[in-house]
């Protein structure tokens, strides 16, 4: 009898916060009309936080549709699961949600998904998407920081416009156009940080619309990829930071990471390029900032299938673990010198290692598994 009165407690005051597990029956769905997987309509039950469910119908749930949560003031938090690839206009527009992670197998976030979410503080963008629609978080008030993986290649208009607490935002190297005023009246905006390269035509000239000349210092010579700050929300002077900055075109293939060796001698190419020069040439620079290049970190251009050539200069002596594996185009290396250290593991399959060691400095070519000193 206790044990019973006891589990009653417990499931009441589960329910009295909203802790419960959803049912099926809880969500409105369409199935896909191949019949394969189902999308999410609508939100019927009462709980606060929210767990969509990987399958209904023992069908995958691919996409939350369009205004399937809008207006719903009654939930916090929303789990949404691995597998969901799609979040279409207006999902959860003026929703009362503190926080939200978009997992890695979403690839797009639709209009006005989030907008006028005033109670959204957090939110975790997966490393998958590739798209942030127009006006995806505008009006998200309490929102401070957001990062922008470097899987995301545009950033719509109005994108994160009136997020008026916002103070830090990271934009990753694989972004090629920021919309019309994308982060207007972001008032406390005071740090960004720029990944990669984005060409004049692709960043909207109101990107920053009311946030002072950022734009133009991006633009500018010496400009590029790094961290720009300004003292204060209200100033309109930025300022270019020294760390996290791209090599200068002049020097080098542009949204290039450079870090600082532990001896703070020279410095370590940290992460390559998702949109090298346009015809895919890689040119790692001698030297940066008046220091040496010396490495080429672990991974650093890993699985980057666009690059088809690599130039390394005789600066570079050492090259890391899989620094350049899974570059399935990559079929030209040009070693500036005979000393450079690196293993079998660090280019695409191949003898490269063998070839290299025997002819010294050098262009090498690959046909296949086989490489061939030019």
């Given at each position: 009898?206790?044990?019973?009165?006891?589990?009653?407690?417990?499931?009441?005051?589960?329910?009295a916060?909203?802790?419960?597990?959803?049912?099926?029956a809880?969500?409105?769905?369409?199935?896909?009309?191949d019949?394969k997987?189902?999308?999410?309509?609508?939100?019927?039950?009462?709980?606060?936080?929210?767990?969509?469910?990987?399958?209904?119908?023992?069908?995958?749930?691919?996409?939350?549709?369009?205004?399937?949560?809008?207006?719903?003031?009654?939930?916090?938090?929303?789990?949404?699961?691995?597998?969901?690839?799609?979040?279409?206009?207006?999902?959860?527009k003026?929703?009362?949600i503190?926080?939200?992670?978009?997992?890695?197998s979403?690839?797009?976030?639709?209009?006005?998904?989030?907008?006028?979410?005033?109670?959204?503080t957090?939110v975790?963008?997966?490393?998958?998407?590739?798209?942030?629609?127009?006006?995806?978080?505008?009006?998200c008030?309490?929102?401070?920081?957001?990062?922008?993986?470097?899987?995301?290649?545009?950033?719509?208009?109005?994108?994160?416009?009136n997020?008026?607490?916002?103070?830090?935002?990271?934009?990753?190297?694989?972004?090629?156009s920021?919309?019309?005023?994308?982060?207007?009246?972001?008032?406390s905006?005071?740090?960004?940080?720029?990944?990669?390269?984005?060409?004049?035509?692709g960043?909207?000239?109101?990107?920053?619309?009311?946030?002072?000349?950022?734009?133009?210092?991006?633009?500018?010579a010496g400009?590029?990829?790094?961290?720009?700050?300004?003292?204060?929300?209200?100033?309109t002077?930025?300022?270019?930071?020294?760390?996290?900055t791209?090599?200068p075109?002049?020097?080098?293939?542009?949204?290039?990471?450079?870090?600082?060796?532990?001896?703070?001698?020279?410095?370590?190419?940290?992460?390559?390029?998702?949109?090298?020069?346009?015809?895919?040439?890689?040119?790692?620079?001698?030297?940066?900032?008046?220091?040496p290049?010396?490495?080429?970190?672990?991974?650093?251009?890993n699985?980057?299938?666009?690059?088809?050539?690599?130039?390394?200069?005789?600066?570079?002596?050492?090259?890391?673990?899989?620094?350049?594996?899974?570059?399935?185009?990559?079929?030209?290396?040009?070693?500036?010198?005979?000393?450079?250290?690196?293993?079998?593991?660090?280019?695409?399959?191949?003898?490269l290692?063998?070839k290299?060691?025997?002819?010294?400095?050098?262009?090498?070519?690959?046909?296949?598994?086989?490489?061939?000193?030019?």
């Amino acid at each position: 009898m206790k044990r019973t009165v006891f589990l009653m407690v417990a499931l009441f005051a589960l329910m009295a916060v909203g802790l419960y597990a959803q049912t099926e029956a809880d969500f409105d769905v369409t199935v896909s009309k191949d019949g394969k997987s189902v999308s999410i309509d609508g939100y019927k039950g009462s709980a606060t936080t929210v767990n969509i469910p990987a399958k209904i119908k023992n069908l995958p749930v691919t996409i939350i549709g369009g205004s399937a949560f809008e207006d719903n003031k009654k939930i916090t938090s929303v789990v949404i699961p691995n597998g969901v690839t799609s979040i279409e206009n207006s999902a959860f527009k003026a929703c009362s949600i503190t926080s939200i992670t978009i997992p890695n197998s979403v690839t797009s976030i639709g209009e006005q998904v989030f907008v006028r979410c005033g109670s959204l503080t957090s939110v975790t963008i997966g490393s998958g998407v590739k798209s942030i629609g127009n006006n995806a978080f505008d009006g998200c008030f309490y929102l401070t920081s957001v990062t922008i993986p470097n899987s995301v290649t545009s950033i719509g208009n109005n994108a994160f416009a009136n997020c008026t607490r916002l103070t830090n935002v990271m934009i990753g190297n694989g972004v090629t156009s920021i919309g019309s005023n994308a982060f207007r009246y972001d008032e406390s905006l005071t740090s960004v940080t720029f990944g990669g390269t984005i060409p004049s035509n692709g960043f909207n000239a109101n990107a920053f619309n009311g946030l002072g000349d950022i734009r133009d210092k991006y633009l500018a010579a010496g400009g590029g990829a790094g961290t720009y700050t300004r003292p204060d929300g209200k100033g309109t002077a930025w300022t270019k930071g020294a760390s996290a900055t791209a090599a200068p075109a002049a020097d080098g293939t542009p949204g290039l990471k450079f870090d600082l060796t532990p001896d703070k001698k020279g410095y370590i190419v940290s992460k390559g390029t998702l949109h090298p020069t346009s015809d895919a040439n890689v040119v790692i620079p001698a030297t940066y900032n008046n220091l040496p290049v010396m490495a080429i970190a672990n991974s650093a251009f890993n699985d980057l299938p666009l690059i088809r050539s690599v130039t390394i200069p005789v600066s570079v002596i050492e090259i890391g673990l899989v620094a350049f594996s899974g570059c399935a185009s990559l079929n030209s290396v040009t070693f500036g010198g005979a000393n450079t250290k690196f293993g079998v593991t660090e280019f695409p399959e191949g003898d490269l290692l063998a070839k290299y060691k025997a002819g010294g400095a050098g262009t090498y070519t690959r046909n296949g598994k086989t490489w061939t000193k030019k």
